[in-house]
């Protein structure tokens, strides 16, 4: 079983960045791709990005293709979520997720962290 802990979040203005973090347990990691979902008050759960377990590929939601970032670091078990240009409608609750086989199907989820960017 993987432990997945998001960091990071917090108060931005609109047009700031963030970067959030993805600590993970277990020894999956280093084979797994993973994932970053958002939810906003009110809505569904939504995909954002996912990368792949060599950090060579990576592919994004069309709502933050060009201002997020996926990267990974498998020497510290850490996925990372680079967030720029922000707008109010990237306020959400941000949580990692691992696909271990690299198929679309999420096992173990962070408990989320909360991102705000004020207009």
Known sequence: QVHLVESGGGLVQAGGSLRLSCAASGRTFG?????????A???????????????????????????FTISRDNA???V????????PED????????????????????QGTQVTVSS
Not at 31 to 39: D, I, K, L, T, Y
Not at 91 to 110: E, F, L, M, Q, R
């Open 80 to 87: 990372y979520l680079q967030m720029n240009s922000l707008k």
């Open 41 to 67: 008050p009110g809505k569904e759960r939504e995909f954002v990005g996912v990368i792949d377990w060599s950090g060579t590929s990576t592919s994004y939601a069309g709502s933050v293709k060009a201002r």
């Open 31 to 39: 084979n797994s791709a993973m994932g970053w979902f958002r939810q």
């Open 91 to 110: 306020t959400a609750v941000y949580y990692c997720a691992i696909d271990p086989a690299g198929d679309g199907h999420y096992g173990s989820w962070g």
């Open 76 to 78: 510290k078990n850490t």
